[in-house]
Structure formats: C-alpha cells, structure tokens
C-alpha cells in the first residue's frame, strides 16, 4: 500500500552511485524506543519488521520519482558515471515531477569522485540585478510575503541548467544527447499519469487558472475536466525546451529562444528577471563543508545553504554523548537533540548567508568545541529558557582546522547527492509560455524584513536580505557519508523545507548510532525542533507516551505532527554502501530507500 499524505513536501533530493526496482509501501514506524529513566510508562513496541532496503550489486538510483531513478539507471547501463545518472534524473524529474522537478528552479550538489575526493556544485538561484529591498515592502515598509512566495516576483534566476550541465561538462562521462535523451523521450511522448501527479494537477487547478500558461499547460480548461489516472501526459513545448538545451547546452536556456520567453514575460508581468540576469547566471563549484562522526566523515553542503553547516553542528552536539545507549527517541535523546536543534537554527538564524556577499563564520560554527560550548548550558532535567537561547559567537578559525576534514581515503565508489528545488510546489505558479517550465518562488528564502519568518517559520537577519546578485539562504543538505575506513558508506539527502536538516541528522544517527538499516533509518519517525517557534515537534507513532510525558516535565512545549502551523517532513532518499569483509570476496553491495512518506523509488543495477 503507499500511503499518500496530503501535505507534501516540495523540494526534492535524488542521489546517486555508480547501479535493484523495488518501492516498498510504509507502514508506520512506531518507537522501539522507551524511556529508560525518569517514571515508568507506557511503552509502544513496534508492530513488526519495516521492509528491507532495496538491493543491487552495480549501483543505484533513488529518486522521488520511479521513471526518474530509471533514467539515471540507464545511463549507469549504457556505461555511464554516476554524475551521468544524476544529471538524466534531474532532467527526467523536470517532467514527470512538476511539482518540484525542475529547469526553473535551483538546488545543490555534492559529489565525491572514485578516488575520494569530494566537490559541491552550488546552483540556487539569485536575486535579479533590479531586486531590492524594497520590493517586498509596502509603503509603510511592511513586508508583503504574497509577492515572494507567488507570480513574477517571486521567482529568482534559475540555476539547476546550469547546474546539470556544469556537473556533466566536469564529472561526467555521456554527451548531453546520451543523457537528456529520456527526458526529452517522456516530455515528447509523455508519461501515463500516476494516481498522486494526477491528484496533484487537479487540486492545483486554481492556482494554476491565475497564470494563462500554467492553466494552458497544466490544466484541461476549466474546473470540471479533470485529468484521469493513467492518460498520457505529454508536454511538447518542455520537450522543445530541453531539446534547445540538448543542442546548445547552457546557452540553449540562459541566452536564445528560452531566456527571450522567459525575460520577456516576466518584464511585461511585472517580474524582475532580464536577459542579462540569465547570460551572467553562473554554477559555482564550492568546497563541501566536512566534520567527523564517531569515526565517519561527513561532507555535505556549504553556504548559501545552512544543510552543512547545522548537520556539522548537530553532529558535534550529538557525538558529545552515548546516544546509542541513551536510546531511540527515549526522553533523555529527544531532550538532548531538542535542545541542540534550538542552538543550531538559532545560529543559522544570525549567521548564514551568501558567501560571496557576506561573511558567513562557517569554520568557526562547525568546530567541535564550538558545540561544546554551546551545549555548557544543557540541564537534563529542565529546557533551558527560550529567553537564553539565542545565537553563539563562533569562534574565529584556526589554519589547520576542517581542511583535513575535505582530504577523504581512498574508495572505488563515486557518488553524487543533489537537493533541487522551486521552493514551494510548483514554485511560483507561473510557467513559462512556450517554455513548458514552472518558475520558482525561492526569493521567500530571503528574509524579507528582519522578523518576519519564511514560508517555513524560519527567519534570519540582514545577512539574508535581498540584494542584486545574491543566493538566498537554504536548507537543502545533499550529504555524502565516508565510513572510518574512508570507503564510501552512505548517500542522504532530504526536502521539507526546515526539517531538511534535522531529517538528513536522523538518518545519519539511526544508521550509525542505532545500527539501522537505511530503510528503518528513514522510514522511523523524527523530532523536529527549529528555534522559533518554541515547539519541539514529533512525528505520529514516534514519541511513546511516556517520554512525552518525560519531555513534558522538563519543560518541553511538545506537538505532534505539524509544527507552528508549518507542515513539512522531510522525505529522505538515501542509500548505503556495504564493503564486503573479505577484499577477495563479493564486490560492494547498494542498499537504498525512498522515504515511505512519498512516492519514490530506489532503482538498482
Ligand atoms: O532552500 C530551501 O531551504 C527551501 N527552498 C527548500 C524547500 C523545500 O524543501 C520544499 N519542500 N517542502
């Protein structure tokens, strides 16, 4: 059975290794956790065995979509790298995931290369160069969220074109034929329509009625025709599109036919963007941000996104106790990890921003005694008073600091994670008319005015304020895990907005810390806590009554499922490597899992 929530998440991760298709339906994970000290309570025992991970022996694809994780397959059969697989499931989700698969839109990857070294290519979009301030400001200087969350407006430059392509042009091992061929295949001939993509359409049809391309392209005219499960869903013009890009790479969406539609359309509709703001769109290839844990290497995205830096931070907090034996999600883990979370967002809050603009103090938030400090005022009995928990004062890095942390071992095993998004679903609601593409609303990443929260209930500081030029800050967390033997482990990533970063440490946690395997590890539920607003949050069946009651007498204001009005779990996509004992024996084998909250699947070789 899969099990279809109503709220969804939008972003979207797809990860990949150099290649088994099996999409397990989810039944709710209970806790196996109990609390072991404070009262006796309840305890809730898990109702049975979660289904095991999907298996392969060549690599594997996960994706939030089964026909995108194939076409990254077909590039690993055709001899392709892993980049090669990333790059054909990033442009088949632009077709068969319109909600947040996407050309208009931007994301992050990470990618480790066969001899260990890893590299991140961030794509987010950017403020146009006539963005300012002011434009999300009335009059009396209140901020108008509507205009940066829907229409024209709203949209920054994309950046997932140039993204794919700069990773293929330096990674990969295919011509962009080879590896656009199966998007351009199901944009041209289109897809039989799955049951959630139809459903989706259909509830979106107002949304969409408001934009005459959007109701043109995604809509069947008026209210009462609805689309049917199994119909062809065929999209010519993004066929023509990606054709465009398949011709003249780059230059086929950020100059010519595509950037004319999309610049002029958004001049005579009151938006920002300009010809000169899609030629001057630029990848640009960072350093991951890295720490340890336990042993394990972590790499995962730096600046403008926060991913990296708060998974670093969490992982520091956490790595400073036995959370093995503390428990799963017992009352002494969820009070440590809630308290963390508080510090880590709160931090994120006050420092993050776009690298190139500001200065963001990474190294100095992601070393270990920074945490340590940070933690000094941890009680395990009580919460620590909102009123004390406010940002920290990193401290100014040292030469020697995480650059060891970017030199990883050798491994045989490359590997890509990418986060990509148009922020909300279907972003901005604007298509591009001839393009076939929805524009995103990622410029609600900026902190409108200070105080005023995001879509996600995060807020931030003049760090994150709109300007010409710059990337707003994120979330997203694409994360590559190397075992202590520096051989590749583990592949993670996650949508859902602010839980992108407290999903993306769980998994990570469950597998390494409780020993579980990446399906359970995703699957199991999770505690979210993000500063502001002061809720430490569960998911349903996650937290058995009596550590509630536990979180409770500590001072917890706690709530199950949605948080603050913000609803959003992050749907992981993930996998894990095993390295066979005996070097002589078997070769490595995949194990990978697409979040049961969604309607992914982990396809292998
Ligand atoms: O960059 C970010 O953090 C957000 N724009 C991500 C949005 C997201 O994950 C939407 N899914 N719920």
Redesign the pocket.
Same mark, same amino acid.
């Given at each position: 059975m899969i099990r279809r929530i109503t709220v969804r998440?939008?972003?979207l991760v797809f990860l990949l290794t150099a290649i088994g298709v099996v999409f397990s339906g989810w039944t709710p994970l209970p806790s196996t956790g109990t609390d072991s000290g404070h009262e006796p309570g309840d305890r809730v025992e898990s109702t049975g065995p979660a289904p095991t991970p999907e298996y392969a022996e060549n690599g594997m694809v996960v994706s939030a979509k089964r026909r995108a994780s194939e076409a990254g397959v077909e590039m690993l059969r055709k001899g392709g790298n892993a980049v090669d697989a990333a790059v054909a499931t990033g442009f088949a989700l632009a077709v068969v995931h319109p909600w947040?698969g996407n050309i208009g839109g931007g994301g992050f990857m990470v990618i480790r290369m066969p001899a260990g070294s890893v590299t991140t290519i961030d794509h987010r979009e950017e403020a146009p160069s006539g963005a300012t301030q002011d434009v999300y400001l009335d009059d009396e200087g209140n901020a108008v969220r509507e205009r940066s969350r829907r229409g024209y407006l709203a949209s920054g430059v994309p950046g997932t074109v140039a993204g794919l392509l700069k990773a293929l042009d330096e990674h990969g091992t295919l011509d962009r034929e080879t590896v656009m061929a199966p998007a351009i295949r199901l944009a041209r001939e289109g897809f039989p329509l799955p049951h959630s993509l139809a459903e989706d359409l259909n509830d979106a049809y107002e949304d969409f009625a408001a934009f005459p391309p959007s109701k043109k392209y995604f809509t069947k005219g008026d209210s009462t025709k609805t689309y049917r499960v199994g119909e062809m869903f065929v999209q010519k013009d993004l066929a023509q599109t990606l054709i465009r890009i398949r011709n003249q790479g780059k230059d086929g969406f950020y100059e010519g036919r595509t950037a004319e539609l999309l610049a002029e359309q958004f001049q005579e509709n009151g938006g920002l963007i300009d010809e000169q703001d899609l030629a001057e769109y630029e990848a640009v290839e960072r350093d991951p941000v890295s720490t340890t844990y336990r042993g394990y290497e972590v790499h995962s995205m730096g600046p403008p996104s926060s991913g990296g830096v708060a998974i670093a931070q969490l992982l520091n907090a956490a790595e400073r106790k036995p959370i093995e034996k503390m428990g799963f999600n017992s009352s002494s883990t969820v009070h440590y990890l809630g308290e963390t979370m508080r510090r880590v967002y709160a931090d994120r809050a006050k420092w993050l921003g776009d690298p190139d603009h500001v200065e963001v103090p990474t190294e100095g938030l992601i070393q270990k005694d920074y945490m340590r400090d940070r933690m000094a005022s941890f009680n395990s009995d009580r919460i620590t008073p909102s009123d004390s928990v406010k940002a920290g004062q990193p401290m100014l890095a040292s030469e020697s600091m995480e650059t060891s942390h970017y030199s990883v071992a050798d491994s045989s095993g490359m590997a890509v994670s990418v986060t990509t998004?148009l922020? =909300?679903g279907y972003g901005s609601k604007v298509v591009i008319d001839g393009g076939g593409f929805f524009m995103n609303n990622?410029m609600n990443?900026f902190v409108l005015k200070p105080g005023v929260p995001n879509l996600?209930g995060l807020s931030g500081t003049k760090r994150n304020l709109v300007a010409p030029g710059r990337r707003m800050v =994120? =979330?997203?967390s694409p994360t590559i895990v190397e075992d202590p033997q520096g051989q590749l482990f583990m592949v993670i990533g996650a949508?859902?907005?602010s839980t992108?970063i407290t999903t993306t440490f769980q998994v990570i946690m469950n597998v390494i810390d409780h020993g579980m395997d990446i399906e359970r590890a995703i699957s199991a539920g999770r505690i979210h806590h993000q500063w502001k607003p002061r809720i430490l949050s569960y998911e349903k069946n996650t937290l058995p009554q009596d550590v509630t009651w536990n979180l409770r007498a500590r001072g917890w204001p706690v709530e199950m499922g949605v948080f603050g009005g913000i609803p959003?779990w992050g749907r992981a996509q993930g996998l894990r490597i095993k390295h066979p004992a005996d070097p002589q024996g078997p070769s490595v084998t995949f194990h990978g899992s697409s979040d049961p909250r969604g309607t992914g699947a982990a396809v292998g070789l």
């Amino acid at each position: 059975m899969i099990r279809r929530i109503t709220v969804r998440a939008c972003g979207l991760v797809f990860l990949l290794t150099a290649i088994g298709v099996v999409f397990s339906g989810w039944t709710p994970l209970p806790s196996t956790g109990t609390d072991s000290g404070h009262e006796p309570g309840d305890r809730v025992e898990s109702t049975g065995p979660a289904p095991t991970p999907e298996y392969a022996e060549n690599g594997m694809v996960v994706s939030a979509k089964r026909r995108a994780s194939e076409a990254g397959v077909e590039m690993l059969r055709k001899g392709g790298n892993a980049v090669d697989a990333a790059v054909a499931t990033g442009f088949a989700l632009a077709v068969v995931h319109p909600w947040a698969g996407n050309i208009g839109g931007g994301g992050f990857m990470v990618i480790r290369m066969p001899a260990g070294s890893v590299t991140t290519i961030d794509h987010r979009e950017e403020a146009p160069s006539g963005a300012t301030q002011d434009v999300y400001l009335d009059d009396e200087g209140n901020a108008v969220r509507e205009r940066s969350r829907r229409g024209y407006l709203a949209s920054g430059v994309p950046g997932t074109v140039a993204g794919l392509l700069k990773a293929l042009d330096e990674h990969g091992t295919l011509d962009r034929e080879t590896v656009m061929a199966p998007a351009i295949r199901l944009a041209r001939e289109g897809f039989p329509l799955p049951h959630s993509l139809a459903e989706d359409l259909n509830d979106a049809y107002e949304d969409f009625a408001a934009f005459p391309p959007s109701k043109k392209y995604f809509t069947k005219g008026d209210s009462t025709k609805t689309y049917r499960v199994g119909e062809m869903f065929v999209q010519k013009d993004l066929a023509q599109t990606l054709i465009r890009i398949r011709n003249q790479g780059k230059d086929g969406f950020y100059e010519g036919r595509t950037a004319e539609l999309l610049a002029e359309q958004f001049q005579e509709n009151g938006g920002l963007i300009d010809e000169q703001d899609l030629a001057e769109y630029e990848a640009v290839e960072r350093d991951p941000v890295s720490t340890t844990y336990r042993g394990y290497e972590v790499h995962s995205m730096g600046p403008p996104s926060s991913g990296g830096v708060a998974i670093a931070q969490l992982l520091n907090a956490a790595e400073r106790k036995p959370i093995e034996k503390m428990g799963f999600n017992s009352s002494s883990t969820v009070h440590y990890l809630g308290e963390t979370m508080r510090r880590v967002y709160a931090d994120r809050a006050k420092w993050l921003g776009d690298p190139d603009h500001v200065e963001v103090p990474t190294e100095g938030l992601i070393q270990k005694d920074y945490m340590r400090d940070r933690m000094a005022s941890f009680n395990s009995d009580r919460i620590t008073p909102s009123d004390s928990v406010k940002a920290g004062q990193p401290m100014l890095a040292s030469e020697s600091m995480e650059t060891s942390h970017y030199s990883v071992a050798d491994s045989s095993g490359m590997a890509v994670s990418v986060t990509t998004t148009l922020n =909300s679903g279907y972003g901005s609601k604007v298509v591009i008319d001839g393009g076939g593409f929805f524009m995103n609303n990622e410029m609600n990443d900026f902190v409108l005015k200070p105080g005023v929260p995001n879509l996600y209930g995060l807020s931030g500081t003049k760090r994150n304020l709109v300007a010409p030029g710059r990337r707003m800050v =994120s =979330s997203m967390s694409p994360t590559i895990v190397e075992d202590p033997q520096g051989q590749l482990f583990m592949v993670i990533g996650a949508p859902g907005g602010s839980t992108i970063i407290t999903t993306t440490f769980q998994v990570i946690m469950n597998v390494i810390d409780h020993g579980m395997d990446i399906e359970r590890a995703i699957s199991a539920g999770r505690i979210h806590h993000q500063w502001k607003p002061r809720i430490l949050s569960y998911e349903k069946n996650t937290l058995p009554q009596d550590v509630t009651w536990n979180l409770r007498a500590r001072g917890w204001p706690v709530e199950m499922g949605v948080f603050g009005g913000i609803p959003r779990w992050g749907r992981a996509q993930g996998l894990r490597i095993k390295h066979p004992a005996d070097p002589q024996g078997p070769s490595v084998t995949f194990h990978g899992s697409s979040d049961p909250r969604g309607t992914g699947a982990a396809v292998g070789l």
